[in-house]
């Protein structure tokens, strides 16, 4: 597992009222993102979503993503895509980056099997 990167904010210039939270890095699988986009909606991407392609590998991970959501208040979660989850709610964007970036870290350390690398 790679050392812990840090999250950056950013606002993006062709959106203003859209907040992005981003942890990058030279893993891809490793890569986190989440998003503000007004009404409170939130959409999380992890990179380890397109590495993840057993059944059961995804299930685990879909289940983790929405616990962890959960537990920061979002709610109303759709995996929408491979490596993509939407959610409603309040919360701090770092707050759920670090907790996300915290998810992968984790799954990427007990679970490295269901990878595919």
Do not use: C
């Not at 939270?21 to 893993?27: F, G, I, L, S």
């Not at 919360?91 to 099997?113: H, I, K, Q």
Request: proline share 3%; no cysteine; hydrophobic share 40%.
């Amino acid at each position: 597992m790679a050392a812990r990167i840090d999250i950056v904010e950013l606002i993006p210039p062709y959106n203003p009222n859209t907040r992005e939270w981003v942890r990058e890095t030279e893993e891809e699988y490793l890569i986190v993102g989440v998003v503000l986009s007004g009404d409170a909606k939130w959409t999380v991407e992890l990179g380890l979503g397109e590495f993840v392609r057993d059944e059961q590998g995804v299930a685990e991970l879909s289940d983790s993503v929405r616990r962890t959501f959960a537990k920061l208040g979002i709610h109303d979660v759709i995996h929408e895509d491979r490596e993509r989850w939407l959610g409603h709610g309040t919360a701090d964007g770092l707050e759920l980056a670090t907790s996300f970036a915290d998810l992968v870290d984790e799954f990427v350390t007990v679970r490295p099997d269901l990878l595919g690398l």
